[in-house]
């Protein structure tokens, strides 16, 4: 079974992610071991960012680098799991908040899941519809 970065590369919807872990070398954590979880932006997602704020995170790789590892969590964490939790703490270091929107969906922070249980080799992948950002990010 491919493990989390390998499944991201071969799936098309996130190509703006894989471009932003390799360009920070994070991809090679989510090659690792794990078990983790990845709520993966979508490139959709990337896409409502403005573009200002998307070139000067992309070119700034320390703030880069927090916001896609507040993207991951240590553990196998599939959609029923989620279901029952308030929070979960992030690879970054700041909390995940979970919740349920108006329409019954699964909700990370302001993002909701929209692609769920990516089962890989080490961990899941949940596909997500927006970016989310931790609060230390300084621009």
Same mark, same amino acid.
């Given at each position: 079974?491919?493990?989390?970065?390998?499944?991201?590369?071969?799936?098309?919807?996130?190509?703006?992610?894989?471009?932003?872990?390799?360009?920070?070398?994070?991809?090679?954590?989510?090659?690792?071991?794990?078990?983790?979880?990845?709520?993966?932006?979508?490139?959709?997602?990337?896409?409502?960012?403005?573009?200002?704020?998307?070139?000067?995170?992309?070119?700034?790789?320390?703030?880069?680098?927090?916001?896609?590892?507040?993207?991951?969590?240590?553990?196998?964490?599939?959609?029923?799991?989620?279901?029952?939790?308030?929070?979960?703490?992030?690879?970054?270091?700041?909390?995940?908040?979970?919740?349920?929107?108006?329409? /019954?969906? +699964?909700?990370?922070?302001? $993002?909701? %899941?929209?692609?769920?249980? *990516? &089962?890989?080799?080490? /961990?899941? +992948?949940?596909?997500?519809? $927006?970016? %989310?950002?931790?609060?230390? *990010? &300084?621009?």
């Amino acid at each position: 079974m491919l493990n989390i970065a390998e499944t991201a590369l071969k799936n098309d919807d996130f190509t703006i992610l894989v471009d932003a872990l390799s360009s920070t070398g994070l991809i090679g954590v989510l090659k690792g071991t794990g078990p983790f979880t990845l709520f993966a932006p979508d490139d959709t997602a990337f896409s409502k960012i403005d573009p200002v704020m998307m070139a000067d995170l992309i070119a700034d790789t320390l703030n880069l680098s927090k916001v896609l590892f507040y993207h991951a969590v240590n553990g196998k964490y599939m959609l029923n799991d989620l279901s029952g939790l308030i929070s979960l703490s992030s690879m970054e270091g700041s909390d995940i908040f979970i919740g349920i929107s108006r329409r /019954g969906e +699964i909700k990370v922070n302001e $993002a909701i %899941i929209t692609l769920a249980d *990516i &089962e890989c080799g080490n /961990g899941v +992948i949940h596909g997500i519809d $927006a970016v %989310i950002f931790p609060s230390v *990010i &300084e621009f």
